[in-house]
């Protein structure tokens, strides 16, 4: 092969990116709830991805506020992140695009077996958590600015409680959904968790199901649905991102191929997401 051939086929390597089998892989940042990392979904579905395009997805899992602020400074790629007004916002603002529906699951709340506040049988969330403020018992909330978080304040509200962090029953902790759940366990306390997670840990835990039921569809609270959206960084705010890449990424997400593996993904025969996107319901 010639010098100037051997440039020539270099540079038709490099514009196709990380399509390319011969070339180096290329990265996607992907800032994501830590729901989806916790759960072992991402270290599931994520392989398949990297195969098909050369590609190194690197993750950072924190809290849906905290991952669409990575977005906006733009400093990753996509985001996948479970809070759709926040995701509306960030659209709004011209840091994202193409936002399309993934998956969702369910919000639960999850407690010591022996149940000292008495929320079982709460018809809603909102019962359950005024119950556990009558009682002073723990509680323990992320306080991360996730979607969970932004949830269980939306649940506060409706029983017309604001719980205070000085009380000594309210655990704000700044952590992820997984550190949250072995805080609870630890100390015996409520907390307010995706159900994804909180099954992919049930073993590691002493904590039951209290509010939700044992599947998404005994929930008696239609007001815990956990719908999750995928959305790309915008480049012409930031147009240092990857965005050929993240469309790509936003398009293997919604197929019906992995919303399939999604569904397949299960503890216990129990799927801990259940898909969502345009493609799956138009199959």
Known sequence: MTRRLALVLAVVLSLAGCAAPTSAP?????????????????????????????????IIAVGTGQALAIGAKGDADVVLVHDPDKEAAFVAS???????????????????????????????????????AQAKAPFASRGDGSGTETKE???????????????????????????????AS??????????????????????????????????????LRNPYGVVAVNPAKHPNVRYDLAMKFIEWLTSVETQQRILQF?????PLFYPDSAAWKAR
């Open 26 to 58: 290329q990265k996607l940042i992907l800032a994501t709830t830590t729901s989806t990392a916790d759960s072992g979904l991402l270290d599931f579905l994520l392989p398949d991805f990297e195969a098909k395009y050369n590609c190194d997805v690197q």
């Open 94 to 132: 011209g840091d994202g695009v193409n936002r399309q529906h993934v998956m969702y699951n369910d919000f639960i709340l999850v407690g010591p077996v022996s149940d000292p506040a008495g929320v079982r049988g709460s018809a809603t969330a909102a019962e359950a958590f005024a119950r556990i």
């Open 153 to 183: 304040k939306a649940i506060w509200q409706a029983a017309g409680i604001v719980p205070d962090p000085r009380s000594g029953w309210y655990f704000s902790l700044g952590q992820g959904m997984g550190d949250t759940l072995l805080f």
């Open 186 to 223: 630890e100390k015996g306390a409520y907390t307010l968790a995706d159900r994804g997670t909180y099954l992919s840990m049930r073993d590691k835990l002493s904590l039951a199901i209290l509010l939700g039921g044992d599947t998404l569809d005994q929930n008696p609270d239609p007001a």
């Open 266 to 270: 299960t503890v216990g025969g129990q």
